[in-house]
């Protein structure tokens, strides 16, 4: 049996960025705490715990220590939560994806010029707060078609962002109904200036620039591994793509899950995952499956 890793799989840069910057960290310091989940991936949370990396939430401010170390993930937090550490005399480690950093500074800019801020994305995803709080929570969620045109007041000046790791096929549909629909719309680029639907969008590129390469990779083997973490939005967006070019695609999040019977007349196998899936959690994957079919 031949067992390949998906070259093209593994950390995006913003998640290596999240992680150096709490290595680092721990380097000099015994203790820091991760504003939420570092990653979406339960396998690294748990090898960054062991490093002392403790899992925390706002709520957990007035526990810690005056001068305690809060690092903030990549997937950004709203302005609230910078005041609130400030006040209680917390040191931030900024780790926000400068993708995001980039979004959120965007919408400041249509929220003072008194656009209606819709945002395509999941209203509980980390992100999506996070974007959300820059609008004072003002922003209208959306997760389709359907519920936009329920929301939405079609008669104001309407920007359209999305969370960086949404499908982009399905925002591209929302976003071009939408333009039939609004008096005056503007889909967020990540130029200097906003212009009008046929502009690249705020979707992260290394997200939405994998679906060619995951499509082909997954077509040329006769099973796919596809690991991530449960919580992982990517990972969701991800796997879908893959199994919908290969109906023996098995999402994982441990090497606990595989089964083998997957593999039965398999003769290639291809181990792939989300941006937030480390290369070493695919390598033992790899090495469990050559241990047993070679």
């Known amino acids: 049996m031949k067992i390949s890793i998906d070259k093209y799989a593994g950390f995006c840069w913003g998640v290596v960025r999240a992680i150096e910057f709490a290595e680092q960290e721990l380097e000099r310091t015994e203790k820091v705490f991760s504003l939420g989940d570092v990653i979406h991936n339960a396998a690294e949370v748990a090898r960054l715990n062991n490093l002392g990396l403790e899992t925390v939430s706002v709520n957990d401010f007035d526990k810690l220590e005056k001068g305690s170390k809060i690092l903030i993930r990549a997937h950004g937090e709203p302005p609230s939560t910078y005041f609130e550490a400030m006040n209680k005399g917390l040191e931030i480690i900024d780790a926000t994806c400068p993708v995001v950093t ?3 500074e965007r919408i400041k800019k249509f ?17 999506v707060i996070g974007l959300n709080g820059v609008t004072n929570n003002s922003a209208i969620i959306i997760h389709s078609l359907e519920e936009a045109l329920e929301k939405i007041d079609l008669r104001k000046p309407t920007v359209l962002f999305s969370q960086t790791t949404m499908d982009k096929q399905e925002f591209a549909k929302i976003a071009d109904a939408l ?39 997954a077509k040329s083997n006769d099973v796919i591994i596809f690991i991530a973490g449960r919580k992982s939005s990517n990972g969701k967006v991800l796997y879908n793509i ?3 070019e290969n109906s023996k695609t098995f999402f994982v999040e441990t090497k606990d899950e595989i089964e083998y019977s997957w593999f039965e007349n398999a003769e290639t196998v291809g181990i792939t ?15 469990i499956l050559e241990e047993k079919f070679n």
């Not at 889909?187 to 906003?194: G, I, P």
Request: charged share 40%.
């Open 102 to 104: 980039k979004v959120q």
């Open 273 to 287: 995952g989300a941006t937030s899936t480390p290369h070493w959690q695919m390598n033992e994957v790899k090495n």
């Open 242 to 244: 893959a199994k919908e």
């Open 111 to 127: 929220v003072d010029k008194e656009y209606q801020v819709v945002i395509f994305g999941k209203k509980d995803h980390a992100e």
């Open 179 to 217: 333009k039939e629909k609004v008096e005056e719309l503007i889909v967020s680029t990540m130029e200097e200036e906003a212009i009008d639907f046929h502009a690249k969008d705020t979707i992260c590129g290394q997200v939405s620039g994998r679906e060619k390469k995951l499509r082909e990779y």
